[in-house]
């Protein structure tokens, strides 16, 4: 039995991991948006962490595979929500993470749409207070003028993202 029908077995919260992407341009906070396959509302890439998978390699697989973006993930979470979905009890652990790749294409790309939206736009494109509640605490972690200092130890990149085409391994 896996972790997840196990914890739907048993009354525990399915446990969740997502990321809330970000990068800076011309100084000023820009976090990826995508929209929900079924739903095609703004949010986070998000996802169930297999029972072989780390929750911050969860978190890291699901970005590259919903959103097509890679990067380094804080220290720690930013936030766990807690939230009941279809009557079942989820926990849902949000990292945050600089990203420092983008892919043209990616395996969700035909199923999904992503944007890059400043604060000001994410808080409008985002209807789940929850959800905008996360922006809102990722920019007041994030240090515009150095990111990295504590959430990003090992992170000093430029302020233009590489981007990956289909002839390159990530």
């Known amino acids: 039995m896996d972790r997840q029908s196990h914890q739907l077995d048993s009354g525990l919260p399915v446990q969740q991991v997502g990321v809330v992407p970000f990068r800076i341009v011309q100084q000023q906070i820009q976090f990826c948006l995508i929209t929900g396959r079924r739903s095609g509302r703004w949010r986070y890439p998000k996802g169930h962490v297999k029972p072989y998978e780390t929750p911050q390699d969860a978190a890291i697989a699901e970005a590259l595979e919903e959103a097509g973006i890679r990067g380094e993930l804080g220290n720690a979470p930013l936030k766990t929500l807690h939230f009941v979905k279809g009557g079942r009890p989820y926990s849902l652990t949000m990292y945050l993470m600089h990203v420092e790749a983008i892919r043209l ?4 790309s035909k ?7 400043s604060v000001e736009n994410a808080l409008e494109l985002i209807d789940c207070p929850d959800l905008k509640q996360l922006a809102l605490d990722a920019t007041a972690h994030i240090d515009e003028s150095n990111v990295g200092i504590d959430i990003f130890p ?4 430029s302020l233009n993202t590489p981007i990956w085409t289909a002839k390159t391994k990530p």
């Open 105 to 108: 294409k990616w395996k969700e």
């Open 111 to 117: 199923e999904r749409f992503r944007i890059w939206a």
């Open 154 to 157: 090992l992170v000093k990149r």
